[in-house]
């Protein structure tokens, strides 16, 4: 019953920037904890960034620690990751999650509504 919308994504140079962002339809997307993943051909799927539904609480996975930065906009039921310093490593299609059952959480399995996924491609 809760769809999520990403966009954002696009090709862009090593070292650029890029703003991901994640649209919800629910109407208690303020009490949902939300994450992003990422998934690369051929290997499997990469916890990227949470954050609570408060927005006290974050968690960054250790490839993109001090990179990438995740917000949100409860008013406008939207999640936000900031990516800085882009790398060809983080090539990847990127994928927004939200959760009722815990406050946060990196683990992909605990999330129960998945976005449709943006690519983001990144040059060297």
């Known amino acids: 019953q809760v769809q999520l919308v990403e966009s954002g994504g696009g090709l862009v140079q090593a070292g650029g920037s890029l703003r991901l962002s994640c649209a919800a339809s629910?109407?208690?997307?303020?009490?949902?904890?939300m994450g992003w993943f990422r998934q690369a051909p051929g290997k499997e799927r990469e916890f990227v960034a949470a954050?609570?539904?408060?927005?006290?609480?974050?968690y960054y996975g250790d490839s993109v620690k001090g990179r990438f930065t995740i917000t949100r906009d409860n008013a406008k039921n939207t999640v936000y990751l900031q990516m800085y310093s882009l790398k060809p490593e983080d090539t990847a299609v990127y994928s927004c999650?939200?959760?009722?059952?815990?406050?946060?959480?990196?683990?992909?399995?605990?999330?129960?509504?998945w976005g449709q996924g943006t690519q983001v491609t990144v040059s060297s």
């Open positions: 954050i609570s539904w408060s927005g006290a609480r974050t």
């Open positions: 999650a939200a959760t009722s059952g815990v406050p946060i959480t990196t683990i992909s399995g605990q999330y129960d509504y």
């Open positions: 629910g109407r208690t997307f303020s009490r949902y904890a």
